[in-house]
C-alpha cells in the first residue's frame, strides 16, 4: 500500500505507526492553493499501488481523484476535524482558531508563501478569533519563540493547551484498517 501524507501530519503520524510508514510526505501548505496540491496529488497518485492518504478534504476533488485509484482518505474534512472530536472542538468555540504544532512550524509557509499575507494581512484575517489555540500532543516542546513570533504576526493571544491522540488514533485506524 501506498501511504501518502501531508507533513503536517509527520510527527504524530511517526508516533502512532512508525518513521517508514508514510511512502510520501507533501509539504505543509498546499492546501491554500487548488492547483499546486492538486499537481502534488496528481504526481503521488501516479503508479499501480493501492492508496490511503492522510488528508482531509483539503481539495475538491480530493475523493474523486483517490476514487480513479480505489484510494481513500483520513474521514475529517480538514487536519483539525481529524484531531479533535466534534464535542472537543465545540468546547473551544467558533471565535477560538485551532492549530497543531505542525501548524506552528508551517505558518510562515501557510500563510506567508502560500497565502502572500504580510503582517497587516495576519491581523486582519485573524482579527475575528479571541484567541488562536495550539493543541500540545506532548510529542515535541513547543518552540515558545515560534509562539511569541505567531502572536506577533497576528496579534491574537496564543495558549497552549494539552491535547490526546485518541481520536486521531481512531482516524488513522479507520483509514488504514
Not at 30 to 58: F, N, P, Q, T
Not at 161 to 169: E, G, K, M, Q
Amino acid at each position: 500500500m501506498k501511504v501518502i501524507g501531508c507533513s503536517i501530519f509527520r510527527k504524530e503520524i511517526e508516533h502512532l505507526v512508525g518513521e517508514d510508514f508514510v511512502t510520501l510526505w507533501l509539504p505543509a501548505g498546499l492546501h491554500v492553493s487548488d492547483e499546486r496540491l492538486g499537481e502534488a496529488l496528481g504526481r503521488a497518485l501516479a503508479g499501480e499501488e493501492e492508496i490511503a492518504c492522510l488528508y482531509g478534504a483539503c481539495h475538491p476533488d480530493m475523493d474523486l481523484l483517490l476514487a480513479a485509484r480505489s484510494g481513500r482518505r483520513l474521514q475529517a474534512a480538514n487536519c483539525i476535524e481529524a484531531f479533535l472530536d466534534p464535542v472537543e472542538r465545540a468546547r473551544f468555540g467558533e471565535r477560538v482558531f485551532i492549530m497543531t504544532p505542525g501548524w506552528l512550524r508551517e505558518w510562515r509557509t501557510i500563510f506567508i508563501e502560500g497565502l502572500g499575507w504580510d503582517e497587516i494581512d495576519g491581523r486582519i484575517n485573524f482579527g475575528g478569533y479571541d484567541e488562536i489555540v495550539v493543541l500540545d500532543f506532548g510529542l515535541e516542546p513547543i518552540d515558545e519563540l515560534a509562539v511569541l513570533e505567531f502572536y506577533d504576526y497576528t496579534q491574537t493571544p496564543v495558549t497552549i493547551v494539552p491535547a490526546s491522540l485518541d481520536w486521531f488514533r481512531e482516524r488513522v485506524a479507520e483509514l488504514l484498517g
